[in-house]
C-alpha cells in the first residue's frame, strides 16, 4: 500500500517504513505529525482525492533535522569581466512514515 502527500509545496510517493527529506518543518525530532492524503493505492484500487482522500492520513514520526550538500551557482558572462560564485545549502527534515489510515 502507498500514498501521496503534499508538504512544502511538493508531492511525495510515501509506503510505511519509509525515510524520506522534507522541506524543514517547524516541529521538535521524536513528535509524530500527520499528512493529508491526494491518493491512496493496495495496488488494485486506487483512491484520488478532490483534493484529498476524506477519512484517511499518513502519521510520520520526525526523526531529525539536517541541511543537505552545498550546491554551488557560478554566474559568468563572456568578455565582461564579470563572475559570480554562490553556495546554498538547503535545510531539511527527516521523517519516518508510521502508518498510513484509510478512511
Known amino acids: 500500500m ?6 512544502g509545496g511538493k508531492q511525495y510517493r510515501v509506503a510505511a517504513g519509509d525515510t524520506l527529506r522534507v522541506e524543514k518543518l517547524a516541529v521538535e525530532p521524536g513528535t509524530n505529525i500527520e499528512f493529508q492524503v491526494l ?3 493496495d495496488g488494485e484500487t486506487h483512491r484520488i482525492g478532490r483534493p484529498y482522500v476524506p477519512g484517511s492520513k499518513v502519521l510520520a514520526e520526525v526523526q531529525g533535522h539536517g541541511r543537505g550538500k552545498k550546491i554551488k551557482i557560478i554566474k559568468f558572462k563572456r568578455r565582461k569581466h564579470h563572475m559570480k560564485r554562490q553556495g546554498h545549502r538547503q535545510d ?3 521523517l519516518r512514515i508510521t502508518d498510513i489510515q484509510t478512511g
Do not use: D, K, R
Not at 2 to 7: E, K, P, S
Open 2 to 7: 502507498y500514498a501521496v502527500i503534499q508538504t
Open 39 to 41: 491518493l491512496i493505492s
Open 92 to 94: 531539511f527534515t527527516e
